[in-house]
């Protein structure tokens, strides 16, 4: 049972346009949401939140949408650049009383910006 | 700062041989440790977490352990290593309270041979 789901394996976006990367969750109870950027042989990096609480957050070329109701994420980054080539995970968490609160990863979309 | 480390980054064992990954963070007490794989072509998988010594659990049934034998110390093992076993390893990090996001460490390539 996949709860979040990146259903793009592959994006491809010219260098100076909008990347959007899209992601879907099925479980109501996620109740915060992140981004993570993966170079090959690296660790996955932290790159922009979201709370349930809100629709919207955006740091600098980076914007995260959400919308609950649709239970449905995506990230914007506007200009692409090619240093953004890279696998992004989105991910999903939900308080666990009693236990660490874990981060439930989709399968990843890997980003290519074509100079 | 909070740094955390893991080791060794890349690694060839065959099937049938033990494994034990390492992993330590720095600058931090009482931290969430756990430990992800990403198969090939696949998302990250999370397979054990720990909220404190010697309290682990596990996610996914499977050929691997964890321990955490010490406060920033989380370790993962097998005894026999399975061809299944090959992926990319990695061990994250978050504090208890507050930030829901994780630090990841440089993660471990395990082929099994």
Redesign the interface.
């Known amino acids: 049972d996949q709860q979040v789901k990146q259903n793009s394996p592959s994006l491809s976006v010219q260098e100076g346009r909008i990347s959007i990367l899209n992601c879907d969750y099925t479980n109501s109870m996620f109740d915060y949401f992140l981004w993570y950027k993966k170079y090959p042989a690296e660790g996955p990096t932290f790159l922009i939140s979201i709370s349930s609480i809100k629709d919207k957050n955006e740091d600098g070329r980076f914007t995260v949408f959400l919308n609950k109701s649709a239970k449905h994420l995506s990230l914007h980054i506007v200009p692409s650049q090619p240093g953004d080539s890279a696998v992004y995970f989105c991910a999903a968490s939900k308080g666990n009383s009693g236990s660490a609160r874990q981060l439930t990863f989709g399968s990843g979309t890997q980003l290519t910006v074509l100079p | 700062s909070q740094t955390i480390h ?1 080791w060794p ?1 890349t690694l060839v064992q065959p099937v049938g041989s033990p494994l034990s990954l390492e992993c330590t963070v720095e600058g931090t007490s009482n931290p ?1 440790l ?1 430990w ?1 794989r990403q198969a090939a072509g ?5 397979l054990f ?3 404190g010594i010697g309290q682990i ?1 596990s ?1 996914v049934p499977q050929n691997l352990s964890a321990s955490r034998p010490q406060d920033r110390q989380f370790i993962l093992s097998s005894k026999k290593l399975l061809l299944s076993d090959s992926g ?1 390893y ?1 061990c ?1 990090w ?1 504090q ?1 309270r507050g930030d ?8 471990t ?1 395990l082929t099994v041979v």
Not at chain 2, 42 to 46: E, K, N, S
């Open positions: 893991q980054a969430n756990y992800y696949r998302g990250l998988q999370l977490y720990s909220v659990s996610e990319f990695l994250a978050r208890g829901y996001g994780y630090t990841f460490g440089s993660g390539r």
